[in-house]
């Protein structure tokens, strides 16, 4: 999907249309520490490991993507839902 880099559309800050620039969202740092590996260490060594003892599914097929919009005029970022899409282009 091709998507221009600078556009018009609705600013929630200053609450009318502005120009917003375009960047995709890349994914943060994670520090390793879930609760749900945590969980999963409490659980015994013997007998069933219970829903942790499950086949996990598999990938989709594509990856839902996140746009962040900056207007141009108040500086502020919002976003809006992500949606999927093999190929992510941004235009002139």
Same mark, same amino acid.
């Given at each position: 999907?091709?998507?221009?880099?600078?556009?018009?559309?609705?600013?929630?800050?200053?609450?009318?249309?502005?120009?917003?620039?375009?960047? *995709?969202?890349? $994914?943060?740092?994670?520090?390793?520490?879930?609760?749900?590996?945590?969980? !999963? =260490?409490?659980?015994?060594?013997?007998?069933?490991?219970?829903?942790?003892?499950?086949?996990?599914?598999?990938? *989709?097929?594509? $990856?839902?993507?996140?746009?962040?919009?900056?207007?141009?005029?108040?500086? !502020? =970022?919002?976003?809006?839902?992500?949606?999927?899409?093999?190929?992510?282009?941004?235009?002139?």
């Amino acid at each position: 999907m091709k998507m221009p880099q600078k556009f018009n559309t609705y600013c929630p800050f200053c609450r009318n249309h502005q120009q917003h620039e375009v960047e *995709k969202v890349k $994914k943060g740092r994670t520090s390793g520490l879930h609760w749900i590996d945590r969980q !999963k =260490a409490r659980r015994s060594t013997v007998g069933s490991m219970g829903k942790f003892s499950k086949v996990p599914g598999g990938d *989709k097929p594509t $990856k839902k993507i996140n746009i962040r919009y900056r207007c141009k005029k108040c500086g !502020k =970022a919002h976003l809006r839902a992500g949606f999927r899409v093999a190929k992510f282009e941004l235009t002139e």
